[in-house]
């Protein structure tokens, strides 16, 4: 499956939208919010593999998933500040979604999919440590809540900045949602869910 040429790729330039964007009285109080969330766009958190398996090795959650949320929370600064109209922060937004789509899986650790006793909200039976064909070594085959809205967030991102991003970086994010999110969902058309 590949996606039409034109999605993900005309940008928003000055449409209806972004101009009524641009002119809400919200937006300024908006960014300002989304400055305390996320007051640095240069340091970007690293999602390792060690936080992400703190889940599998005592259940913490808040690791990983802080370092996941910050991270895009500052993407969505970033983007919010160029649809307003400043470009400062592109060099950000370019590391920010290249760095998103770097990461191994864009499901939380908490909601990999480990069996049918996953599914059923059960603990999942573990006698020893996971063997090597996990979500983190096989091509996605599961889609997330999060998973999906990533994808949402880096599709949405590239729609409003368009050219105004490199076209590497928009074909890269391109190329990652269809293989992370429309590749499983037609593959597998299923969903624990």
Sequence with gaps: MRLRPEVLQSGAAETDLVAQVRRSPAAPQFLDALRQTAPDLRAIPQTTYTLYREFERCGAREGYEAVYFAKRAQLTRGVFEMLLG????????????????????????????????????????????????????????????????????????????????????????????????????????????
Aim: contains cysteine; glycine residues 6%.
């Design 86 to 193: 400043d470009d400062s922060p592109r060099d950000a937004v370019h590391d920010l979604l290249w760095s998103i789509c770097e990461e191994t899986s864009w499901v939380l650790p908490a909601h990999e999919d480990q069996g049918p006793a996953f599914r059923e909200l059960k603990p999942p039976p573990r006698t020893g440590p996971l063997g090597a064909h996990t979500a983190l070594t096989r091509e996605p085959d599961a889609i997330d809540l999060f998973a999906a809205e990533t994808g949402a967030s880096l599709a949405e991102a590239v729609y409003l900045l368009g050219e105004r991003l490199a076209p590497e970086v928009r074909q890269r994010v391109r190329q990652e949602v269809e293989r992370r999110i429309f590749k499983p969902y037609l593959a597998y058309g299923r969903g624990h869910w």
